[in-house]
């Protein structure tokens, strides 16, 4: 299972950072990739790590202000994310991807097994 927490309502400009730990299985065998979804929107990606760590992949929407990482020990996932605008106002999903290799993400959705229940983001402008 995962849990992602950390949501909240922030002003815009703000910054939050989201967690996502997972329990009830080998999580540092996995990618994992966060995704959200607007109100009356398509679930979108955002960004992923890989199992290792060593690598990562940003949507168009998060490069250069969102940054994530995990710990493998503590079996959490972070996203921080800075400078928000109203358009980051989603639920946000952490997922774990079946990787192709230890240094790889994708966050390719027919990639991901296990699903986390979401937190919610409100970007007030």
């Known amino acids: 299972q995962l849990q992602a927490s950390g949501g909240g309502l922030v002003q815009a400009g703000g910054s939050l950072r989201l967690s996502c730990t997972a329990s009830?299985?080998?999580?540092?065998?996995?990618?994992i990739d966060w995704f959200r979804q607007g109100t009356g929107k398509e679930r979108e990606g955002v960004a992923c790590?890989?199992?290792?760590?060593?690598?990562?992949r940003y949507t168009a929407s998060a490069k250069g202000r969102f940054a994530i990482s995990r710990d493998n020990a503590e079996s959490t996932v972070f996203l921080q994310m800075n400078n928000l605008t109203a358009d980051d106002t989603a639920v946000y999903y952490c997922?774990?991807?079946?990787?192709?290799?230890?240094?790889?993400?994708?966050?390719?959705?027919?990639?991901?097994?296990?699903w986390g229940m979401g937190t919610q983001v409100t970007v007030s402008s």
């Open positions: 790590i890989s199992s290792s760590g060593s690598g990562t």
């Open positions: 009830g299985f080998r999580s540092g065998l996995y990618a």
């Open positions: 997922a774990a991807e079946i990787p192709l290799n230890r240094g790889l993400c994708s966050l390719n959705l027919i990639r991901t097994k296990y």
